[in-house]
């Protein structure tokens, strides 16, 4: 039992007619309030995985539930309304260019006919959380990528979800930003018990962010555990050749004294 329970979750795409099987019966719990980790090759099916949950990607076949309610059986309407409770940031941020921070912060209040005085209020105290008060009136152009990933955020939680889903959110940013993009993450977990699933093919950023973690490999969950077990102790392909990498990289950096996370 968990937060977000997903069983034998499938889902193909049809490319030039035939099917590509992405997921292939991913079974998957997440305890309430924990950060949990994701990592995968790129094509793992990890982004398809994010999307299934809060269903911009329909699943063909099997299970979502994120606390207790049934994702895949919710209509149009049921569905946008469980949305809210699900933000989500990605890689490339999303934000709209020609709007404020301000405006992209209260994007997702503004559509689901939130009052102008609570959006004002709620979009404050967002933008507080994630630092950026003194910007509200800038446009994303004139922002750095770590202050965009911050207007993401905000805009992510501005709807005061239980879940935060984040795809690949500090893979654009340089390790200083990662970091303190991560900070604030475990900030905002630790102040508001939301639960993340951090969906990354970074080793770091789960070592750094996650208690529990796991491998996605040929659309299955290939490996489970506390971080510090799999990492200790790689079962999975997947987990051993990252591991590999990962220690022959660190040891690299460790050498010429990089500034790795
Ligand atoms: N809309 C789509 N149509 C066809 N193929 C897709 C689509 N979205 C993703 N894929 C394919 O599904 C596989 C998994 O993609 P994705 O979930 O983005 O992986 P990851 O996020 O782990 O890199 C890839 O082979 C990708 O090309
Ligand atoms: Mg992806």
Redesign the pocket.
Known sequence: MGYIEIRGLHKA???RGQP?P?LQGVDLDIEEGEIFGII??????????ARCINRLEEADKGEILVGGINIRALNKSELLRERRNIGMIFQQFNLFEAQTVYENIAYPLKISGVSRSEIRGRMMEAAKVVGLSDKLYAYPGGLSGGQKQRVGIARAIVGRPSVLLS?EATSALDPKTTLSILELLKEINAKTGITILM?T?ELDVIKYSCSRMAV?ENGVIIESGDTSEVFGNPKSKTGELFFKVYDEFRSDKEYTGGDGI
């Open positions: 795409f049809s490319v590509l992405v995968g090759y790129s094509g793992a099916g990890k982004s398809t995985l795809d969906i093919h996605l």
